[in-house]
T-cell receptor, first 117, second 112 residues
Framework: GENVEQHPSTLSVQEGDSAVIKCTYS??????FPWYKQELGKRPQLIID?????GEKKDQRIAVTLNKTAKHFSLHITETQPEDSAVYFC????????????????FGQGTILTVHP | NAGVTQTPKFQVLKTGQSMTLQCAQD?????MSWYRQDPGMGLRLIHY???????DQGEVPNGYNVSRSTTEDFPLRLLSAAPSQTSVYFC???????????FGSGTRLTVV
């Protein structure tokens, strides 16, 4: 099955700096890559996603890039703010036509991002 | 539109007891999943469903059962609770492949 590795496990930055979180995946059939933000005690919330037919996607201060050849994707946050402090998860899913594995979303282990004022 | 609703929010069980965690969504989502979240372990998939009557196992299915008799509901049953099942459980739903999952607010379960 799919395996998603996420690095780093913790990331500390100063307010205004950029933050980059990287993920690799194992299944070349994976074609959907969402990112979730989870604040302390809250549920994970989708912040951005990318599909395999796109190399990069931006939404204000956040962007995601995808390298299908190398099987890795990254989250970029620019001009970080204290409210960006949270745990960030990457994930991957496939679109197999057979069986039900297309319903599976596999998560990375998470990155604790701390933005210091 | 309530989204994904999980009940209860907190539960304490004794070892060996059984219980059902409830999950309901009102968004007409086809896909539903159950995850458990333990410190340092991320979100691990327990069971998932791609439609009513269709379920499959995730990476940590042992000790849990699911059924999907309707599109709206996806209950998770703990057969005989063990301390190792102490965790936060999240239910999530999605329109389908290539669409983001919406998470419920979670159930914090403690097994003593």
């Amino acid at each position: 099955g799919e395996n998603v590795e996420q690095h780093p496990s913790t990331l500390s930055v100063q307010e205004g700096d950029s933050a980059v979180i990287k993920c690799t995946y194992s299944d070349s059939a994976s074609n959907y890559f969402p990112w979730y933000k989870q604040e302390l005690g809250k549920r994970p919330q989708l912040i951005i996603d990318i599909r395999s037919n796109v190399g990069e996607k931006k939404d204000q201060r956040i962007a995601v890039t995808l390298n299908k050849t190398a099987k890795h994707f990254s989250l970029h946050i620019t001009e970080t703010q204290p409210e960006d402090s949270a745990v960030y998860f990457c994930a991957a899913s496939t679109s197999y036509a057979g069986g039900t594995s297309y319903g599976k979303l596999t998560f990375g282990q998470g990155t604790i991002l701390t933005v210091h004022p | 539109n309530a989204g994904v609703t999980q009940t209860p929010k907190f539960q304490v069980l004794k070892t060996g007891q059984s219980m059902t965690l409830q999950c309901a969504q009102d968004m007409n989502h086809e896909y539903m999943s159950w995850y458990r979240q333990d410190p340092g372990m991320g979100l691990r998939l327990i069971h998932y469903s791609v439609g009513a009557g269709i379920t499959d196992q995730g990476e940590v299915p042992n000790g849990y059962n699911v059924s999907r008799s309707t599109t709206e509901d996806f209950p998770l049953r703990l057969l005989s609770a063990a301390p190792s099942q102490t965790s936060v459980y999240f239910c999530a739903s999605s329109y389908g492949q290539g669409m983001g999952y919406t998470f419920g607010s979670g159930t914090r379960l403690t097994v003593v």
